[in-house]
């Protein structure tokens, strides 16, 4: 089976074990599209982690497609997996 990415991107920085910072850019993106940034910040809270994420820069004619696919191929997989964890 081919894997055919959809995605792709570069690591902009990263602050061990605090941040990540990307650019993204989907297929769906236009030639003259600029990437998208992706930063994930880690942090602690109380006796639990938290996770703030901020996508910008995502064409507004792609909009949709890219939030729908956090929730498809990301959000609801990870909160299934935890969830399952904790069992």
Known sequence: MKCISI???NILQVVKPK???QSWRSIAFNEEDTDSTL????SQE???GRIDLVHIDVPEH???GVKEGWDKRYF??????LENKTK
């Open 19 to 21: 941040l990540i910072v």
């Open 7 to 9: 995605l792709n991107g």
């Open 62 to 64: 792609d909009f949709e």
């Open 46 to 48: 109380g006796e639990n």
């Open 76 to 81: 609801i997989p990870w909160k299934e997996y």
């Open 39 to 42: 930063i994930i910040n880690f």
